[in-house]
């Protein structure tokens, strides 16, 4: 599941995964994309909550294209991309794979969520 996080400082997107995404979901999300693609930069707070499993059916096909599509025509638009989470596995892939990630990327607790908003809109 894909939810929108509220009351985030101007300019900066954020959603929280839960569960097991699927194809559908991750379509969702991509008119926000392209809203934040056409003020000219990406500000987002990802939260990965305990519950997240990773992908179903569809899931990762979708976010490869996606995030490929995104991120190597829009590769500049990235500014700062926090991910909060209590999740080792998703601790050690995203150390694993930062330089991948264009922008600054920054990891926080899911008790620090205001700290990585504050951080993703400075």
Do not use: C, N
């Amino acid at each position: 599941m894909i939810e929108f996080l509220p009351d985030l400082p101007p300019g900066v997107v954020g959603f929280r995964v839960s569960g097991r995404l699927d194809g559908a979901e991750l379509r969702h999300v991509q008119p926000l994309l392209e809203q934040m693609l056409a003020a000219g930069e990406i500000r987002l707070v990802e939260v990965v909550a305990d519950d997240y499993e990773g992908f179903g059916p569809g899931g990762l096909a979708q976010d490869l294209r996606l995030g490929l599509d995104v991120v190597m025509h829009h590769h500049g638009a990235f500014r700062r991309i926090a991910v909060v989470t209590d999740k080792d596995w998703v601790v050690h892939a995203l150390h694993a794979f930062a330089w991948m990630v264009p922008g600054e990327v920054a990891l926080f607790p899911l008790a620090e969520l205001d700290a990585a908003a504050r951080w993703a809109a400075a």
